[in-house]
Structure formats: structure tokens, C-alpha cells
């Protein structure tokens, strides 16, 4: 084998990396092809437990994973369109009789035939191992079955998903086209917030925008739970949990038990609401670290206060259906409010989620551990009843909720899966022309080998908690279901490789789970992106997103409307940009200047982004939706215009928008050099803006009128 430190590859580690799915070439984003250093390869093999370090150690690594399928009587797990006719490899003893049948998620059985096809056996740990086929029908319903099968030695069972060949659209979206706006929660308070944008702020939001301008759904940022002590993490796309949700969402006053609470606990929390509240004009950053203390107390006191039976029953009966992912969850969170965060503080025997030292300390918090799975609880219900009342407001989809791409390598995820986790790596993005210095996420990714092993399950669960209540799902880096950039640890973000996922299974079982609440997803299908993924996503009834800054023809002239696809969330901006009036200023590239995240000079940047806009702006006017002078204001309205007349199924405004707001939201590349997600709604001057404020704005309406043709 090379030396160590030869970055040369050899056909040997290559086909171990290829039968992980490890990259060892890919194309960048300029088109140049790229060879994956060897440092780089071995070091997300060993992430995922394959020994590459010596040429025996590879020899034999390769001779586990070609032997694995044939050591298993069933697969892991079998993914499968409805509608497909495909075999099952069954492997036994040869010569040995085998019986296998399909155990149906609803009840019945379904014996399965064995199909007339010679496989050669082959000698696996001294014994002659044959394979037999069992054909699987194409009518099979869709759902989580069990493949079962039975033979000599006992009877085994594995699980088998049929998805939905395509996922149709909302009615709404099939006769035409739905708008709506788009809007980071945080941010957007109101006179009864206590300092942050809540669950109740959003319910009156999507009311409002339904009733009197047509809006079909409201697009929010994800409400994934963060740490439950200080400091919060300001990112809703780096949580504690994807599962589960930010209790710091929580309408304090909209609990049941609120209204009989003694006049002196309710009087305790009307103080502490009243401190809050002041914070709403504050135009400096939000608080969330002080909100959740005080929204803390307030919880507490109500969680003491007695339940009804029926109201009792309830949550019980939430926490049965939710399980072990809950209890996981609510024990994290007692864990880091007794040992503190990060992880590595802790002692040794609370590092195991499945260990006897765990389960005693649960026992020993067991009052926290049910006041965290009580919050669960209270979002669940508060959820349910804004997507009620968007509904029932005319909206044809209601809320549209919001995936991050993964967690936080320090929070509950990070410790309740960690075997379901690879370690020593994060997940990122290379350079490309957004970002030309690449990105690292801190985000440790599923091992796609252990998910399998798993049979989906936790990806599973965690698409019936997000999905519960959504109209819609928003998927950010679905790209990342294909292949995602895994970076080794201290590498740097441009030194990493891509991973490939079984994205027929992982589209598959999202595709189900959308289709089994009624939903449809949005795909960010954004960065670089192998155009064959797309097509893919079209073909499973995915949208994609399409973002008017960055839709070009093949010679890098803005798209013409006839020219969009169909099937997309089409928007002006985005939350990794400027809002509108902003980008039209060009802010952004003063702004990557000023923290040092170009690569080339400024006056190129400036140059370049100068004649971008234009173009855009100057066909704007071709089409007559904008005259040669023009205010912000009507800049804003006619890219929004424009829009309208492209075929794209769904139309999202940037709140910020509505109101003028010209301030990044977030900038990729940077953690504490930029206020991130900490900035509330604002004015074009910065002056704070509340959600009573929106609704009351000529702007806003105006803003609606144009996308909903009124």
C-alpha cells in the first residue's frame, strides 16, 4: 500500500469506497473533474466503521461487503413503488426449504411464490449458502409491511415499504396555482408575543392572509427544538432535534389549564408575559435566551397545575404513540439541564441512551423528563389547531412546515442516535458559486448502512412527527437524499467527498409519509446539482425551488417566464439572501466584503452582480412590468409580477418583503461575525415591525394583490 502520505488511490480502495457509496471523483462546480484525495476517502470509510488502513485491512473489508447480503436471510429492508414487480433474494442453507409470505400492515397474509431462477450458491464461514428468488406481486398496498420468512432453522421478518409511484398534488395546486407568504417565526411578533413570533402569531398570520388576500398556505422555518438551557442555538436549521419541537413557540396563555389556574400562579404569569412583551419594539437582536427563561417559569407553573382526566388521558395517550423517541428526547433534555452542554461535560455514564445508568437517571428526573414530554405535548395540540384554522380560513393547504438538513452534533439526535450517526465527519457543501469557500454545517449525517440496518425507522418517525400537521413540507438540500458532502473532521469544507444514499428508498418512504397526511413536498434543490436528480424529483411529483435571481438559460440570460418548470416553489429571494429591496442595493456583496468571504476582488463582484441584476430588470421592462423609472417599492412588486406569469404551481413571498425589510436573515459562511437568525421584522430604516403592523400595511396588500391577481 502507499505511503502515508501518498494521496494516490488504487483499484482495491476504490472499489471499497464505491461499495459504500464513497466518492472518489466527481465533477465540481465549474466543471473540472476532481480526484478525491486518499486521506479524505479513508477517513468517511472509517466514519462508517470500514477498516481501509492497510491493504489486508481492505481485502478483508471488501470481503465483508460482498458477503454481508448473502450472511442475512432477508434484506434489511425492501423499498418498492406500488405498481412494481420485483424479486426478493432470500438466502438459506442450500438445499434448504424455505417459506416466505408478506405480513400486510392492516392484517391478512400473502404467500409469496419462489420464481424458477438459478443462482450459483457460494461458501460463506464454511457453509454452502443458496439463493432462492420469491417474486413480490405489483398490487401490493402501500405502507410498512413485513417480509416474513421461515425455514429449518426458525423464521425471521424484515421490513417491506410500497410507496406511492408519484405523489399528486393538493386540488388547490391541480387546477392552479397557490401563493402564499414565507417567513422566519421568530421573527415575527406581535403585540401578545412574549418577545419572539409564536405558534399563535403564525395561526393569525396564515387567518389573515387567507381571508383577506387569498393566501393558500404559510411557508415558516423550522420549529425543530433547540437546547433547552442557554444559550439557545439561534439556527433553526442546526437543532437539538429534527423530531420534535421548539417548546419557545409556545402560547403560554392558550394552554387549557391556563384558565383555571389560581388568581395568584395566573397573576404570576401575567407579570412575566408583561416583561416580555416589552420586548416586541426592541429593533436589536431578539432574546431568545431570555425569553425561554421566562417562558420556562411560566410552563412550569402550568405543568403543576391538575388535568382533567379526559385532558390527562390525552397526553398519556400522545406519549404512548410517540415512545421511545419522546423519552429519549425528554431525557436529553433533563440530562443538559442537570450536567449542563456541551456533551463532553458529562459524566461517563450518561453518554449511553440505551444504558441501565440512563434509565436510572431517568428515573431520578422523572418530573423533568415528563415536564419536557408535557411541552411536546401542548406544541402538538397548539399546531393542530392553527393548521384547523387555516384551514378553515379558506386556505387550500394551510401551513407549510420546514426540514433541516440535519442536527446538532451536540443535542438530543446526536445522543439518542449516535449509532445511527457517522462520527469524525459533518456534513457540508463544496465551493460553488454562492459560496466559493464551501461550507461545513457541523452536522454529523445518517450512516445510509445503518439506516438501512434499521429499516428506515428513524427517518420514518421523524417525517410523521414534522408531517403531522403540515399542509406541506419544505425538504432543505433535498439533494442531500441523493448524495451529501461529507467533510472530515478539522478538514476544511472544500476537502471532502460526496456519499451516496439510497435516494429511491429515502424519496420513496418521504413520499408515503406526504402522501399519508395529504401533503406535497418542496424539494431545495439548490447548489450543485446532478441534473438527473431533478428529473427524478419531477417524475415522484416533488417540487423543486426556483429562486428569480438564479434562473438562467444555457448562455446565463435570465429564464424567460415560459421557461420556468412547472412543478417548483418559485420566489423572488431567499433566507441565505438579502430581502428584495435589499439584493436590488446590492447589500450582499457589501456585505461578504466586509466579512471576507470573497474570493475574488470586490469590484469584480460588485461588476458582475451589477450586470446580473440588470439583465433581470431590463427584461422586467421588455415584458412591461416595469417602466424605466421606477421606485423600490415597484421594483419589488413587478419581480413579484413576474412570477405570475410563469407556470410554476406555487408562489412564495418573503414576508420581509411585504414590509420593505432589506437585512439578511442569514449568511452562509458565518457564525458570530453576522447576526444570524436573530434579527426581528423590520422596516426598510430598521425600525421594528409587528404582525399587527403587517396587516394594517398598504405595502403588504399590495404586495398581495400582485401575486394573487386581485
Not at 213 to 219: I, M, N, P, Q
Request: with cysteine; aromatic share 8%.
Amino acid at each position: 500500500m502507499p505511503g502515508s502520505g501518498d494521496e494516490s488511490l488504487f483499484p482495491a480502495l476504490i472499489e471499497l469506497a464505491q461499495a459504500h457509496g464513497v466518492a472518489t471523483e466527481f465533477w465540481d462546480w465549474q466543471g473540472r473533474h476532481t480526484v478525491v484525495p486518499r486521506s479524505t476517502i479513508l477517513a468517511v470509510l472509517a466514519a462508517m466503521d470500514v477498516d481501509a488502513s492497510t491493504e489486508s485491512a481492505i481485502a478483508r473489508s471488501l470481503a465483508e461487503v460482498r458477503d454481508r447480503p448473502w450472511r442475512q436471510v432477508l434484506p434489511d429492508v425492501t423499498v418498492l413503488r406500488q405498481g412494481t414487480r420485483s424479486l426478493v433474494p432470500v438466502h438459506v442453507d442450500h438445499g434448504s426449504p424455505v417459506e416466505v409470505w408478506v405480513e400486510l400492515e392492516l392484517g391478512g397474509e400473502l404467500p409469496l411464490t419462489q420464481e424458477d431462477r438459478w443462482v450459483d450458491p457460494r461458501v460463506i464461514d464454511d457453509r454452502e449458502i443458496g439463493e432462492a428468488s420469491f417474486a413480490l406481486p405489483p398490487d401490493l398496498p402501500l405502507g410498512w409491511h413485513q417480509l416474513r420468512a421461515r425455514f429449518p432453522e426458525g423464521e425471521t421478518a424484515r421490513p417491506l415499504v410500497i410507496t406511492p409511484p408519484r405523489l399528486d398534488l393538493p386540488p388547490v395546486m391541480q387546477d392552479g396555482r397557490a401563493w402564499g407568504f414565507m417567513t422566519q417565526l421568530y421573527s415575527v411578533r406581535s403585540q401578545y408575543s412574549w418577545g419572539l413570533g409564536d405558534i399563535a402569531d403564525l395561526a393569525e398570520l396564515a387567518s389573515w392572509s387567507s381571508r383577506d388576500h387569498g393566501a393558500d398556505f404559510v411557508l415558516v422555518n423550522p420549529l425543530h427544538a433547540a437546547e433547552p438551557i442557554a444559550p439557545m442555538e439561534s439556527s433553526p436549521y442546526l437543532p437539538a432535534t429534527r423530531r420534535f419541537v421548539n417548546p419557545i413557540y409556545l402560547r403560554v396563555e392558550d394552554i387549557r389549564e391556563v384558565a383555571y389556574m389560581p388568581s395568584t400562579d395566573r397573576a404570576l404569569i401575567e407579570w412575566q408575559a408583561e416583561a416580555m412583551r416589552g420586548l416586541n419594539g426592541d429593533p436589536g437582536e431578539l432574546d431568545r435566551d431570555g425569553v425561554w427563561e421566562a417562558k420556562r417559569a411560566a410552563l412550569e407553573t402550568v405543568f403543576a397545575q391538575p388535568r382533567s382526566r379526559s385532558r390527562q388521558a390525552s397526553f398519556e395517550a400522545f406519549c404512548d404513540r410517540e415512545g421511545i423517541g419522546l423519552l429519549d428526547y425528554a431525557t436529553w433534555c433533563a440530562l443538559a439541564e442537570r450536567y449542563g452542554l456541551p456533551m463532553s461535560t458529562w459524566p461517563a455514564h450518561a453518554l449511553d441512551a440505551r444504558s441501565r445508568d440512563v434509565a436510572q437517571l431517568r428515573e431520578e428526573l422523572a418530573e423533568r423528563v415528563q415536564f419536557h414530554m408535557w411541552l411536546q405535548w401542548c406544541l402538538d395540540e397548539q399546531l393542530a389547531a392553527t393548521q384547523r384554522l387555516a384551514l378553515e380560513s379558506g386556505m387550500g393547504i394551510g401551513i407549510v412546515h420546514d426540514l433541516a438538513v440535519g442536527v446538532h452534533p451536540d443535542g438530543a439526535d446526536a445522543w439518542a442516535l449516535a449509532d445511527v450517526l457517522a462520527g469524525d465527519v459533518s456534513v457540508g457543501a463544496p465551493p460553488d458559486a454562492f459560496n466559493q469557500q464551501g461550507q461545513d454545517w457541523s452536522q454529523p449525517p445518517w450512516r445510509p448502512d445503518r439506516l438501512a440496518q434499521l429499516g428506515y425507522a428513524p427517518y420514518r418517525d421523524m417525517l410523521r412527527t414534522v408531517l403531522r400537521h403540515a399542509g406541506g413540507l419544505r425538504v432543505d438540500h433535498i439533494i442531500g437524499l441523493f448524495r451529501l458532502w461529507w467533510i472530515p473532521r478539522e478538514a476544511g469544507a472544500a476537502a471532502g467527498t460526496y456519499i451516496r444514499y439510497d435516494h429511491e428508498a429515502l424519496i420513496g418512504i418521504l413520499a408515503l409519509e406526504a402522501y399519508r397526511t395529504g401533503a406535497f413536498v418542496v424539494g431545495e434543490d439548490l447548489g450543485t446539482v446532478e441534473p438527473w436528480a431533478r428529473d427524478y424529483l419531477r417524475e415522484r411529483g416533488l417540487l423543486g425551488t426556483s429562486i428569480l435571481w438564479f434562473e438562467r438559460d444555457h448562455e446565463g440570460r435570465p429564464l424567460r417566464p415560459q421557461a420556468w418548470r412547472e412543478l417548483c416553489l418559485a420566489t423572488v429571494t431567499t433566507h441565505d439572501l438579502p430581502p428584495t429591496a435589499g439584493y436590488l442595493s446590492g447589500e450582499h456583496i457589501e456585505l461578504r466584503d466586509r466579512l471576507g468571504l470573497l474570493t475574488r476582488p470586490v469590484a469584480e463582484e460588485i461588476a458582475v452582480d451589477e450586470a446580473d441584476r440588470a439583465a433581470v430588470l431590463a427584461q422586467l421592462r421588455e415584458l412591461g412590468l416595469l417602466g424605466e423609472e421606477s421606485s423600490e417599492r415597484e421594483r419589488v412588486e413587478a419581480l413579484h409580477r413576474f412570477l405570475t406569469w410563469t407556470p410554476a404551481k406555487l408562489l412564495g413571498v418573503a414576508l420581509a418583503d411585504a414590509v420593505g425589510d432589506r437585512r439578511t436573515i442569514n449568511q452562509p459562511g458565518t457564525d458570530e461575525e453576522y447576526p444570524n437568525w436573530r434579527l426581528p421584522l423590520a422596516d426598510g430604516v430598521g425600525r421594528p415591525v409587528l404582525l399587527e403592523d403587517v396587516m394594517a400595511s398598504v405595502r403588504s396588500a399590495s404586495l398581495a394583490r400582485t401575486v394573487n391577481g386581485r
